[in-house]
């Protein structure tokens, strides 16, 4: 009679388990992504995928942000030059609160590279780590009238080779002061906007260039990173993107509605 019992328990519990198979629960992204397959469609896997989705977010952001610029104010290519020195770690809001003073009294590399230290380290304090950029500036003014005359150059090997300046920097002063696009500047909103999008998997800014450089033609590099900074500024932020009110809610792999 107990043999029975058990057994007909057991056979319950098996009908119950082929009539409703377990299904994972959907916790991580990578769990949602197999649960639902119109996510992991949206991957493009292919170089060329990758291209003909890059041809896209391009034109919708460029018709979301007309206006997309270089945030930095500057005159000339030795005003963006110190702005983009001074806006490691800092807004650029708060690098165009502190430029117009600084140019005022460096004009030029050459007053500049005459700078007292601590009399520039105060006039920059505020835009945080203010030693190291003191180090910078000076060490770039001072580069620029010993090899150049006083004059900022146009390329990437020059560029590179002065003090405080590397790959990034160099890229938004070509672009942006020289109207050349030799690369795509990559910050905090082009490294996180890129893995979004599904353009690249790799962390390292050097690695995301060369992933992203490909996929566009090289006219539009410029104006890529900052169609990506506007867009991860006003919609697709860090922590909460606001992927309702996103033109790219359709083609984002990570859109979460
Ligand atoms: S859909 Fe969401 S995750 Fe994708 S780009 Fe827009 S805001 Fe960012």
């Known amino acids: 009679m107990k043999v029975k019992k058990v057994a007909k328990k057991v056979a319950k519990k098996m009908a119950r388990k082929i009539a409703k198979p377990a299904t994972p629960k959907a916790k991580s992204p990578k769990v949602k992504a197999v649960l639902l397959p119109h996510l992991r469609e949206r991957w493009p896997r292919t170089r060329a995928e990758r291209k003909a989705r890059a041809a896209e977010y ?3 952001l460029s018709a ?3 206006d997309a610029h270089c945030a930095l104010d500057h005159e000339d290519p030795y005003q963006l030059l110190v702005a983009t020195i001074l806006s490691a770690q800092c807004t650029d809001k708060r690098v165009n ?11 030029s590399a050459t007053q500049m590279a005459d700078a ?3 009399e ?3 006039e920059i304090k505020s835009t945080g780590f203010f030693r190291s950029k003191t180090k910078s500036l000076l060490g770039m003014a001072h580069a620029l009238v010993a090899r150049h005359g006083g004059k900022v150059p146009d390329t990437m090997e020059e560029l590179t080779e002065l003090p405080g300046v590397g790959r990034k920097t160099a890229n938004v002063i070509l672009g942006n002061a020289f109207n050349k696009n030799v690369g795509i500047v990559v910050d905090t909103h082009v490294t996180r906007l890129s893995e979004r999008l599904g353009l690249t998997r790799e962390t390292d800014a050097v690695k995301i260039e060369e992933d992203l450089m490909p996929l566009f033609p090289s006219e539009q590099w410029t104006m890529v990173s900052h169609l990506l900074i506007e ?4 919609i697709c932020v860090a ?12 083609i984002c792999p990570s859109s979460r509605v």
């Open 120 to 122: 520039l380290e105060t």
């Open 97 to 107: 609160i502190v430029t117009p003073g600084l140019f005022k009294h460096y004009p």
């Open 231 to 234: 867009h991860g500024r006003a």
């Open 239 to 250: 922590r909460a993107p606001r992927c309702e009110i996103c033109p790219l809610n359709d």
């Open 58 to 60: 391009y034109k919708r």
């Open 64 to 66: 979301t942000y007309p």
């Open 116 to 118: 007292e230290r601590e």
